[in-house]
């Protein structure tokens, strides 16, 4: 499935930003490639940097050093060639209907004429199961429902990059599992490629393709790992979830040993 | 006994559910006692009524209508001069000056948030006029008006712009500012920059505190034409609701003076009640950001 050039080229990408009395390092020397139709995902304990990364993707943040390519050229700006899906519900503008929250890129970037927009908003939001509320205000609908709101409006932008930021890292547990299911389902119809942000292990397991592990403080790639088919048995996944889990936390758990006897004693 | 032996084993329960054919109401219709009580304006025209029947009873034993006169006197007056006298003229003169003052300090207040939103010395410019011109009374700048624009409609437009800029931009800018960064964020992801920005994305996220601001302003607009208008007829012969209240107060013609602060307080109601009630249902209320 890899191109001779990869879609997304990340190389050496160090982060940093600043608080209010410190200058923090997000990340350090950070490389990797995404490839058409990747479901690629950064995987990483909390401050690993991995939403970071995604911002500087998304051209919100300027590389400290490297740089970071899309179809060879250089991010400098947020821009609706990749579309952003964001963990918080507040997403969308509370001020447009279902349709017309998915059709407001489709015009702003110029992209289609109103009609066009129209179709193919209707299209989306078909994908999405969400066609009998297409003319229902954002607040109407509850926090899944939202989130696919978010999906469909990035989707029907047709970006080069879908950049999702633990887009379902706010929803409940079983309304998780089947927002990974449909996505995996929309993944079939249309293979685009998406960067899936995520500190969920399994989450990265079923939902990717393609896992980049990253370790925090600042964060620094740790492996980059093939990830399994959809249909793989259960045994695979927890395998692969303890080999991913012990990379991740190996260092964590010496650093913390000499507390943890300490409490019991 | 067994249970008493062994407390948590419970057997399961399984039920199904029964057709609701079988028990009474699901939902009923509310009785139309509730459903008129659950009209607010209805609500608040019979707390109008309770207002004016204790007016009707305070001036009826104060029995001066010199000093006092009764709402019946009063809407009398008030009726009277809409239709025979020159009260519909006065108040249409008014309406105009403070519309047009009006407009003129949104719009000052839209380039000063804008210029504000979009730069750092913008910024420091709104914050620094704002906190010094904002407890400057506006009719305080009247003499110099006067001065300026010479007596006439001007000088009062002038004030009226003053009084109504610093209210409308500071509201508007700590509304901007206020802004979910997730949405500005969503907006420069649809690429986005400057003025369509601002337009799109800014304003109706912030639309709440810019309602408040123009209420506010409106109100302002409203206390400040008034007060210059009493020192003043708006031009010569044809002057203002203030300058009307002035005239009556001189041919001590009181329940003209009450009709006339009448007015005002119907045309407020009126803009209150009906114009940015209306505003707010199609705009706020129904994007779900104010209950």
């Known amino acids: ?265 | 006994m067994n249970s008493a032996a062994n407390p948590l084993a419970r057997p399961e329960i399984l039920r199904e559910p029964i057709s609701s054919a079988a028990f009474g109401i699901v939902e009923k219709p509310l009785s139309t006692w509730e459903r008129i009580t659950n009209v607010g304006a209805l609500r608040k025209f019979a707390l109008l009524c309770v207002l004016a029947v204790i007016w009707e009873v305070y001036a009826r034993s104060l029995s001066n209508p010199l000093l006092f006169p009764t709402f019946t006197a009063t809407v009398d007056a008030f009726v009277k001069g809409l239709l025979g006298g020159d009260l519909f003229t006065k108040a249409v003169t008014s309406l105009r000056v403070l519309l047009v003052g009006y407009a003129a300090g949104i719009a000052c207040a839209a380039i000063l948030t804008v210029v504000a939103i979009t730069s750092r010395i913008g910024t420091d410019l709104l914050e620094l006029l704002t906190s010094m011109f904002n407890p400057l009374p506006a009719i305080a700048l009247l003499p110099l008006a006067l001065i300026w624009f010479g007596l006439g409609a001007g000088s009062i437009v002038f004030v009226i712009i003053h009084s109504v800029l610093w209210a409308v931009a500071l509201n508007t800018h700590s509304g901007f500012l206020s802004v979910s960064n997730t949405l500005r964020m969503v907006g420069r992801n649809y690429g986005l920059r400057g003025l369509p920005y601002v337009g799109r994305i800014l304003i109706p996220a912030a639309f709440p505190s810019i309602l408040t601001g123009l209420k506010i302003g409106w109100a302002f607009a409203w206390r400040t034409l008034i007060a210059a208008e009493l020192v003043f007829g708006v031009s010569s012969g044809s002057g203002g609701l203030g300058w009307f209240i002035y005239e009556n107060k001189n041919q001590l013609e009181i329940p003209n003076v009450f009709a006339g602060l009448f007015t005002v307080i119907v045309i407020g109601l009126i803009v209150e009640n009906v114009v940015f009630r209306v505003v707010e249902a199609k705009t706020v209320r129904k994007w779900g950001l104010q209950s």
């Open chain 1, 1 to 265: 499935m890899t191109d001779a050039a990869p879609l997304l080229a990340v190389r050496g990408v160090t982060l940093q930003y600043k608080t209010k009395d410190h200058l923090v390092t997000a990340t350090y020397r950070v490389d990797f490639d995404v490839h058409r139709s990747d479901r690629f995902i950064l995987l990483g304990p909390s401050g690993c940097g991995k939403s970071t990364l995604l911002k500087a993707v998304g051209g919100y943040m300027k590389p400290v050093e490297g740089e970071i390519r899309l179809k060879g050229e250089a991010v400098t700006r947020p821009g609706p060639d990749r579309m952003m899906v964001f963990q918080e519900f507040d997403q969308l503008l509370p001020w447009r209907t279902v349709k017309e929250n998915v059709m407001f890129p489709l015009q702003a970037s110029g992209r289609l004429p109103r009609k066009a927009a129209e179709a193919k908003a209707l299209e989306y939001i078909a994908k999405v199961n969400l066609t009998a509320f297409a003319d229902s205000f954002p607040h109407t609908l509850s926090g899944g429902m939202k989130q696919r709101v978010a999906i469909a409006r990035g989707m029907a932008m047709e970006p080069d990059i879908l950049l999702m930021d633990e887009p379902f890292a706010a929803l409940d547990a079983l309304t998780r599992r089947k927002m990974q299911d449909e996505l995996l389902a929309l993944w079939e119809g249309t293979r685009f490629t998406v960067l899936f942000v995520t500190h969920s292990i399994p989450e990265a397991i079923k939902i990717g393709s393609r896992i980049l592990l990253l370790s925090p403080h600042p964060g620094q790639v740790k492996a980059e790992l093939d990830s399994l088919s959809p249909t793989a048995d259960g045994a695979a996944a927890r395998v692969l979830e303890q080999r991913i889990h012990s990379m991740l936390f190996a260092d964590a758990v010496e650093e913390t040993a000499p507390e943890r006897t300490g409490a019991h004693v």
